[in-house]
């Protein structure tokens, strides 16, 4: 059973540096074929995938993110990193780290989002951007 814990700061000013980190348990995130996922729910809508890095260490993030997003890894701590830089209120969510156990090359761009294919997930941490 995969555990996924993500941890960081609850609340950011605006302008500012978001940094989460998840930190994986039951499971390694250089498991062959395995996805590690950051998505993010906004209040009042819906799932919204942020980025991902791979198995073999490939990273690929969402367009709209993309200029503000970092993920990265530290395969020794077994963890998964986010930054996301010159946040604004509109960054205000639940963020969630998740992992699926089949490589994201088997998917075209636009099902890397779908919550069903993702196998675990956190328990998410409310991230809130405000003065």
């Known amino acids: 059973q995969v555990q996924l814990q993500e941890s960081g700061p609850g609340l950011v000013k605006p302008s500012q540096t978001l940094s989460l980190t998840c930190t994986v348990s039951?499971?390694?995130?250089?498991?062959?074929?395995?996805?590690w996922s950051w998505i993010r729910q906004p209040p009042g809508k819906e799932l919204e995938w942020v980025g991902l890095?791979?198995?073999?260490?490939?990273?690929y993030y969402s367009p709209s993110l993309k200029s503000r997003t970092s993920i990265s890894r530290d395969t020794s701590k077994n963890q998964v990193s986010l930054q996301l830089t010159s946040v604004t209120p509109e960054d205000t969510a639940i963020y969630y780290c998740?992992?699926?156990?089949?490589?994201?090359?088997?998917?075209?761009?636009?099902?890397?989002?779908?919550?069903?294919?993702?196998?675990?997930w956190g328990q998410g941490t409310q991230v809130t951007v405000s003065s």
């Open positions: 998740a992992v699926s156990l089949t490589s994201f090359y088997g998917l075209t761009a636009d099902k890397w989002g779908l919550a069903d294919w993702y196998d675990y």
């Open positions: 039951g499971g390694s995130i250089t498991t062959s074929y395995s996805t």
């Open positions: 890095i791979g198995y073999d260490g490939n990273i």
